[in-house]
């Protein structure tokens, strides 16, 4: 994959929900491109593993524990820079199937919480640093589900339709100022936590997402995919880009094999 070389101003690329899945591949990746990455997490312990991995691969890596939702730790945590070049807004996540009837509202706050507002907290704070730097990109991580919805998924959309208004809308507001605006839109992704993150830790019910399709995304397809966006020549911005495997046409149609 032909990547553009970041440039010394706008290096520096922060990736949040880097102790796993998606945030971690991402965090690789960025590195092996040439930025120096900072990874996030609660996960004190898996994001300095991830780092020493990558520092020990010849690239330059450092850990930072954050909570995205708490707004001083954000805050504090963005005096560190003066310019960045990449923040990409990856934590997030789904809890619970549960249809509107009965879903658990702490979940639905929680994954606003987390999706938008966690969001929302390291734009407002870094966005001066990624102005700074003369050329910034901002990569919201939503989700097909913030397009359309599906039975039980009314929470997980809402939260994901708010992370893709935020995107759309900030757009919008700072268009001649040199910062991206970059939505990443990934479907069926099979990753060791999301699915049995929503469903508390039960493995059986995580495991029947993914049953029956041959090749769901991995990790390192959508990592690949906030990769080639941010490299793409500082003038090209890639508004949305819906990444699905081939086995699925939309949310709900998913071919699976016996």
């Not at 969001?119 to 397009?147: C, M, N």
């Amino acid at each position: 994959m032909a990547t553009a070389a970041p440039s010394a101003a706008s290096r520096i690329a922060v990736v949040t929900g880097a102790s796993s899945g998606i945030g971690a591949a991402t965090a690789r990746q960025l590195a092996a491109a040439g930025y120096r990455v900072v990874l996030t997490a609660r996960r004190k312990d898996r994001i300095e593993a991830i780092a020493e991995e990558i520092t020990a691969a010849g690239h330059s890596a450092t850990a930072y524990q954050l909570d995205v939702t708490d707004r001083a730790a954000v805050d504090e945590f963005a005096t560190a820079f003066k310019t960045i070049g990449v923040l990409v807004n990856n934590a997030g996540g789904a809890l619970g199937l549960d249809p509107v009837a009965t879903g658990d509202p702490e979940d639905w706050r929680r994954m606003y919480d987390t999706n938008v507002l966690g969001t929302l907290h390291l734009t407002q704070a870094l966005l001066p640093k990624l102005e700074a730097s003369g050329d910034g990109t901002v990569v919201v991580v939503s989700s097909t589900a913030g397009h359309g919805t599906y039975e039980g998924g009314a929470g997980y959309a809402a939260a994901k339709h708010g992370a893709h208004v935020l995107a759309e809308t900030l757009r919008l507001e700072i268009v001649g100022r040199p910062v991206r605006v970059i939505e990443i839109a990934p479907g069926l992704v099979k990753t060791e936590e999301f699915a049995l993150t929503r469903f508390g830790g039960d493995r059986e019910r995580a495991a029947k997402v993914y049953e029956g399709v041959r090749d769901p995304l991995t990790a390192d397809d959508v990592a690949e995919t906030i990769t080639w966006a941010v490299t793409r020549p500082s003038h090209v911005n890639i508004d949305l880009l819906v990444v699905r495997p081939r086995a699925q046409a939309s949310n709900t149609k998913v071919h699976r094999e016996a």
